[in-house]
C-alpha cells in the first residue's frame, strides 16, 4: 500500500490563500446618536460623474463646506464611526462624491471641499460641473448641509456657492461647525454674521463633532429633510 501523502502547504502558497479570502466584515453594534438609532453604516461608493451615481434608489442629503471646515468628522459623528468617511491630511483631498448608506434607508453624500485646495484650476472646474450637475438632476437628493466655520463667519465664496445652490431649487441648511473652538464672544459674533450674510431668519443650527453637541437637532432635520420614519428613533 502506497504511503499516505500528507497535504502540506508551502508558506508562500499558504499566503497566497490567504490573500484570496474575502475581506472580513466589520459588525457594529448599534449605537444612539442624537436620539436616532443607527443600526448600519456603510461606505457603497464613490462616483466621479453623473453616470456613476448609485443605482439604488435612495433618499440623499448632500454635505458641502469648504475645504477643512470638519466635513468628514461631523459625518462621522452623526454615523457613530470614527474612521468611515476618511478624515484626509490635506484640506481638499476628497475629489468625487462619496455615498454611505445609513440603515439601508438612506444615503449621505460627502461633496468635494469647496476651493478644492491643491487642486489644479481645470480639475476645480471639472469637479465644479460635477457638483453642478449633481445637484440640479439628482432626483433622489432632498436637500444639502452647507457648513460654514462658525469662527470665520462664512466666506464670500460659501455666500455665492449657496445662492446657486438655492437658485437650482434644492433646499439648503446652513450648519455652523467647530462650536467646540470658539469661545461664547467668538460664537455669538460669528453666529450673527453667519445669519446675516446667508439671510436667514433667526441663527444656524452650531455643532461640535468632538463634543457631540446640537447633533440631535441636526439629525432631526435631515430626518424631516428625508421623509424617513421614525421606525429606527428610540
Not at 40 to 61: C, D, M, N, W, Y
Not at 71 to 88: E, I, T
Not at 98 to 125: I, W, Y
Not at 139 to 147: C, E, I, N, T
Request: positive net charge.
Amino acid at each position: 500500500m502506497m504511503p499516505e501523502e500528507k497535504n502540506v502547504q508551502s508558506p508562500k502558497m499558504a499566503k497566497g490563500l490567504k490573500a484570496n479570502l474575502p475581506p472580513k466584515v466589520k459588525h457594529h453594534a448599534p449605537v444612539v446618536v442624537g436620539g436616532y438609532k443607527i443600526v448600519s453604516a456603510e461606505f457603497v461608493k464613490g462616483a466621479t460623474s453623473i453616470k456613476h451615481l448609485p443605482e439604488e434608489r435612495l433618499p440623499q442629503i448632500a454635505f458641502l463646506g469648504r475645504s477643512n471646515v470638519g466635513k468628514s468628522s461631523l459625518m462621522n459623528a452623526l454615523m457613530g464611526r470614527k474612521d468611515l468617511v476618511k478624515v484626509g491630511r490635506t484640506p481638499g483631498k476628497t475629489r468625487e462624491l462619496n455615498f454611505f448608506k445609513v440603515n439601508n434607508q438612506f444615503f449621505l453624500v460627502d461633496l468635494p471641499g469647496v476651493g478644492f485646495a491643491k487642486v489644479s484650476n481645470s480639475k476645480r472646474d471639472q469637479m465644479s460641473d460635477f457638483i453642478r450637475d449633481y445637484v440640479e438632476k439628482c432626483q433622489d437628493l432632498k436637500g444639502l448641509v452647507y457648513l460654514v466655520d462658525v469662527r470665520h463667519g462664512g466666506h464670500a465664496i460659501d455666500v455665492e456657492t449657496v445662492e446657486n445652490i438655492r437658485a437650482s431649487g434644492c433646499p439648503v441648511l446652513i450648519v455652523a461647525s467647530k462650536r467646540d473652538k470658539a469661545n461664547q464672544s467668538e460664537l455669538a459674533k460669528g453666529l450673527r454674521s453667519i445669519r446675516e450674510k446667508f439671510g436667514l431668519e433667526q441663527n444656524p443650527l452650531s455643532v461640535s463633532s468632538l463634543k457631540k453637541f446640537g447633533l440631535d437637532a441636526l439629525w432631526q432635520n435631515i430626518l424631516e429633510a428625508l421623509g424617513v420614519t421614525g421606525q429606527e428613533n428610540v
